[in-house]
């Protein structure tokens, strides 16, 4: 259910600004009001309230929004709201900014080293993914995990490139042990 309301509220948001030209910008105030949402606890408690009624919620949002952001962005939390799926609001926008960055051919990679990878390094990563994918550009994102003992990780999307040393002696090992089982079921 919640991915079937995120997906419907980000594609029509998402129709809304391609259809008017003004992607850049809704992902502008997408992104304003999710850092507002992100940054105020006691607004998401008070609009998942069960006791606060639907037109309250509906006003408080209006209060808050309506000038800072456009109409149409507060008109679909409105509806939102109205609708009874505020909790689903996060991934409403969610959606609507991966769309947007798809639509543009922006990829995200999720790199994960063992060590710190250096500038230089960093930047022969994206350059690689750039090469071997149709991103035309990479929103990248690095972390450090010493178990990984060498090599790295990378995640886009769905898709996994694994080239860690922990996971190669993985392999090893289950390799090794079908051999020992074959070999052992050889004997008299």
Do not use: W
Request: with cysteine.
């Amino acid at each position: 259910m919640a991915k079937l309301v995120s997906r419907t509220y980000g594609d029509a948001l998402f129709g809304l600004a391609v259809e008017e030209n003004r992607l850049d910008s809704m992902q502008e105030e997408v992104r304003a009001v999710v850092q507002i949402l992100q940054e105020n606890g006691d607004l998401n408690r008070l609009m998942n309230h069960p006791k606060i009624d639907k037109e309250k919620k509906v006003k408080i949002i209006e209060d808050i929004f309506k000038g800072q952001v456009s109409d149409e962005l507060v008109g679909l939390m409105r509806m939102i709201v109205e609708k009874g799926h505020y909790r689903e609001i996060g991934s409403v926008f969610s959606y609507f900014l991966d769309t947007a960055k798809e639509y543009k051919n922006i990829g995200t990679a999720f790199v994960t080293s063992a060590m710190e990878l250096s500038g230089e390094q960093k930047a022969a990563v994206e350059k690689r993914l750039l090469e071997t994918t149709k991103y035309v550009q990479f929103e990248m994102h690095y972390d450090v995990d010493a178990a990984l003992i060498g090599g790295m990780v990378i995640r886009i999307g769905d898709r996994v490139v694994d080239s860690s040393i922990k996971t190669k002696l993985y392999d090893l090992t289950r390799e090794l042990s079908k051999i020992q089982l074959k070999v052992g079921e050889c004997a008299p």
